[in-house]
């Protein structure tokens, strides 16, 4: 036998288990098939977190420069060597054991630069974290970036600040918009920069950021999760919470985040109530027998884009093969506002919240109140109107007029969605998450198609978010909402996957593909 033959049958016959593992690919990877890796030995957490380092470095402000992050952990690699150790000794820290995470910047993180996007905040380093940081952190996960953010979460259209030069970007398309104001997240999750992420959405900021960059995102119950420590813009509807690339990732992360929290009052309405595993109830087969509405009223008008129309028809018909009863809800009656209801004046909201907010942190932070903030001037040029308005405003607290008119409007909507829900015995409805596909950045005149902004806020009813195709030509993402009854996330996230098992929508965006 030749001597150069046999050495490479000695090779062909050496056991599959003695040949060099393939490079674990970071791009679309999940929670499981990264604590898999883990537990096989194929993927330390410094390898994982210094694979999401390198693409940030690659995509976030170089090549298609997505320019989602504002700030990086610098200590991200030595506790990702820490978790590897405490693995080593006694197993995963916990159930999200080595997730980098993207965090908005309006949560508060310990140590790392907090600042709502604005100039007027920099340097801030706050000495605690806020809530739902303060749970990942202790299930395992690390915060590898804070991320852009529409300044003071003010615009659900797009994310541009004082913090960071220039918009964010859309990973599907370099000359769309983000969608905002969590839109960094959503573009940073979208692109792999980071496993999964946290957002906030007081009208969209979740779930048309998620609607935009094909992912999953998560508005919960008002009440079911907590926002302390994330910078208010109206408590009366802000929530905070998860954005991923699967309901599975989403579901894992929403379970460490949710509970009491006795830092937010409203949290005490989680109190004594049952957490179902979201994860584990997650179920192939779960919108067999479901009966779901169309909501038109969310959506439908004369702006309306038809390919989003056409796109969310096969949605119900996908829906249907799946097991749904679907039907069609023309309009939810007696959501019209009441005489000297929301025409009372602004019941709390920015100036109200803020303010206390800031009180609260008062020698940490280097302006003491809003006036201060408006006089300083350090604020991106599109806020400014917003803020002056807000100043000049009253600020009603909760016994004020405007505030009982608004609590007595926004309980009347409550019943008018469950009296609908009752009568045609629905389990959840369904309407496109934004009726427009992304705008052109920086293109404020064309329709925008943002449909988040009224049922799940005034109701304080969950909401969810999942891919349901692409318009122009394939390119441009598109989403589709599941709007329920409140404390119903494990029904809606269990639809949200059945249904994402039965179309699998998502796919990576073109201008951030794996590296080699």
Request: with cysteine; glycine share 10%; hydrophobic share 40%.
């Amino acid at each position: 036998m030749s001597r150069l033959l046999l050495p490479l049958l000695l090779c062909a016959s050496l056991p599959a288990f003695a040949q060099k593992p393939a490079p674990f690919e970071v791009q679309e990877a999940t929670i499981a098939e990264v604590q898999d890796a883990f537990k096989a030995g194929r993927l330390s957490c410094r390898a994982l977190v210094g694979q999401y380092l390198k693409r940030i470095a690659a995509y976030d402000k170089n090549g298609p420069s997505i320019n989602s992050l504002i700030l990086l952990n610098p200590d991200a690699e030595k506790q990702a060597e820490d978790l590897d150790r405490r693995f080593a000794q006694t197993g995963p820290v916990g159930p999200l054991h080595c997730v980098p995470m993207i965090v908005k910047d309006n949560f508060e993180t310990k140590g790392l630069q907090t600042t709502n996007g604005a100039l007027t905040f920099a340097g801030y380093l706050p000495d605690k974290d806020a809530f739902q940081v303060k749970r990942i952190l202790a299930a395992g996960a690390i915060v590898l970036a804070k991320s852009s953010m529409a300044e003071w979460a003010f615009s659900p259209y797009e994310t541009v600040n004082s913090m960071l030069p220039g918009y964010s970007k859309n990973p599907y398309a370099l000359d769309r918009v983000t969608a905002g104001s969590s839109g960094g997240t959503a573009a940073a999750v979208a692109a792999s920069l980071g496993l999964i992420g946290l957002g906030s959405d007081t009208g969209n900021s979740i779930r048309g950021p998620s609607s935009h960059q094909a992912l999953v995102g998560i508005r919960s119950t008002m009440g079911l999760t907590s926002r302390a420590g994330v910078f208010p813009l109206s408590l009366l509807a802000d929530i905070a919470g998860p954005m991923g690339r699967s309901v599975e990732d989403v579901a894992r992360v929403f379970q460490t985040i949710v509970g009491e929290d006795s830092d937010d009052p409203v949290t005490v309405a989680a109190r004594n109530r049952a957490i179902p595993n979201y994860a584990a109830a997650l179920d192939r087969n779960g919108l067999r027998g479901a009966t779901i509405g169309i909501l038109r009223q969310a959506y439908e008008r004369e702006s309306t884009d038809p390919e989003i129309v056409r796109i969310f028809m096969t949605a119900i018909e996908d829906l249907k093969r799946a097991g749904a009863t679907v039907v069609d809800v023309a309009k939810i009656e007696g959501t019209e506002p009441v005489r000297g209801g929301q025409g009372a004046g602004p019941c709390m909201g920015f100036k109200y919240d803020l303010n206390r907010f800031l009180a609260a942190r008062a020698g940490k932070l280097p302006v003491a109140n809003l006036a201060e903030i408006v006089k300083g001037g350090k604020f991106h040029p599109s806020a400014q109107r917003r803020l002056e308005v807000a100043e000049n405003g009253a600020e009603n607290g909760p016994e004020s007029p405007a505030c009982q008119a608004n609590s007595a409007y926004r309980e009347q909507v409550r019943q008018a969605v469950l009296k609908t829900m009752d009568s045609l015995k629905l389990d959840a409805f369904i309407y496109p998450t934004w009726s427009n596909p992304p705008r052109l950045i920086g293109d404020l005149n064309t329709p925008h198609g943002d449909n988040s902004q009224f049922f799940s806020p005034t109701t304080g009813f969950p909401a969810v978010t999942v891919p349901m195709g692409f318009t122009r030509g394939g390119t441009l993402p598109a989403g589709m909402t599941i709007y329920g009854r409140p404390w119903t996330e494990a029904t809606l996230l269990n639809f949200a996957y059945a249904y994402e098992q039965a179309t699998h929508h998502r796919h990576a965006p073109a201008s951030t593909p794996p590296l080699r």
